[in-house]
């Protein structure tokens, strides 16, 4: 897993749900989070996210030289990074605990989240493809309702192929986006009698706000 401190920040992403396809470890310094997500950062880290109790050592350069700088304790307890991307005028950046301290997922709470949202029937259960989890059941027969994220469609299709595999049988898969979802995996799925279903992001979600399940996900078979 990458250090969550040598995550640049990149270009602002307006979905929060699109923002996890890109972090690879699902964490990052809030400084990160807050660049992509501009002002869905509070909401979005009051619902799914969780403080990492390792401090970063390294910052993403806030000034933008592309480098990830060493994070620096002062005798007197101050916390400091220097960007030398301008070797003759070299930036102190200071720095405070919550600025070093990651930021990451947290799959408990983004699964009740979408439960609450969707209308599912809470029933986690870890799997063992990496950053995959089975977050709920769907309508009475308990269909599983799985969640997935992945960076990449390689690993997204290697998700499906296992999942398929290991459950012989129907559920529902839930990702971010359906950038990964390929016609590969459509036919995985489709042997399996399975379906996969993009949820709408979860800053609409708060307790007690259901909707349709029908308005909230779309569901492909």
Do not use: Y
Not at 5 to 19: F, G, K, L, V
Not at 43 to 68: E, M, Y
Not at 78 to 94: F, K, M, Q, Y
Not at 180 to 191: I, K, R, T, V
């Amino acid at each position: 897993m990458p250090s969550p401190s040598t995550i640049n920040s990149r270009p602002t992403i307006n979905s929060p749900w699109s923002c996890l396809e890109t972090l690879p470890g699902l964490i990052a310094l809030p400084r990160v989070w807050r660049a992509r997500l501009e002002e869905m950062f509070e909401r979005v880290k009051a619902l799914i996210l969780q403080a990492n109790a390792t401090p970063a050592q390294l910052l993403p350069c806030p000034p933008g030289c592309g480098l990830a700088h060493e994070i620096v304790c002062r005798p007197d307890g101050s916390l400091v990074a220097t960007c030398c991307g301008d070797p003759n005028r070299p930036e102190e950046i200071v720095l405070t605990p919550a600025d070093i301290t990651p930021l990451e997922v947290s799959w408990s709470k983004l699964g009740r989240v979408l439960c609450e949202a969707l209308a599912l029937h809470g029933k986690p259960a870890a799997l063992p493809p990496p950053n995959t989890i089975q977050i709920g059941a769907w309508s009475d027969d308990g269909v599983p309702a799985i969640l997935t994220i992945q960076v990449c469609r390689p690993a997204f299709r290697r998700v499906v192929a296992e999942l398929v595999a290991r459950l012989q049988g129907p559920f529902i898969l839930l990702a971010p986006t359906s950038d990964h979802f390929d016609a590969p995996c459509q036919e995985l799925l489709a042997h399996a009698r399975a379906a996969f279903a993009r949820p709408s992001p979860p800053t609409n979600c708060s307790p007690g706000s259901r909707r349709s399940r029908k308005r909230r996900m779309r569901l492909r078979t």
